[in-house]
Nanobody, 124 residues
Framework: QVQLVESGGGLVQAGGSLRLSCAAS????????MGWFRQAPGKEREFVAA????????DYSDSVKGRFTISRDNAKNAVYLQMNSLKPEDTAVYYC?????????????????WGKGTLVTVSS
């Protein structure tokens, strides 16, 4: 059974940093695109960042570009999201995702695998 398990969420003050981790199990994700989405209270889920299987392609939403960095460790079947200069509007549940199509993840298409999410709360 494929599982994506996020960790690293929590409460942080505006301007602070957090690093989210996602551990994948149940298959080898080294050839899959990995990414992050988020859903703020009362809002639709939105794309945050994606990284191709070999790291050759990365994309970020305009709202996080320059502040967030996605990375992955294929040997550990893991993906990370370093979040710096956090703002109250970054408050959301953050979801790890994986799909064999990069364009599906970046385009918020029908993604194969989702984690259950980790809550990030940024206080002002």
């Amino acid at each position: 059974q494929v599982q994506l398990v996020e960790s690293g969420g929590g409460l942080v003050q505006a301007g602070g940093s957090l690093r989210l981790s996602c551990a994948a199990s149940g298959r080898t994700f080294s050839t899959y695109t990995m990414g992050w989405f988020r859903q703020a209270p009362g809002k639709e889920r939105e794309f945050v960042a994606a990284m191709s299987w070999n790291g050759g392609r990365k994309d970020y939403s305009d709202s996080v570009k320059g502040r967030f960095t996605i990375s992955r460790d294929n040997a550990k079947n893991a993906v990370y999201l370093q979040m710096n200069s956090l703002k109250p509007e970054d408050t959301a549940v953050y979801y790890c995702v994986s799909d064999d199509s990069y364009t599906t993840v970046v385009g918020s298409g029908r993604i194969d695998y989702w984690g259950k999410g980790t809550l990030v709360t940024v206080s002002s």
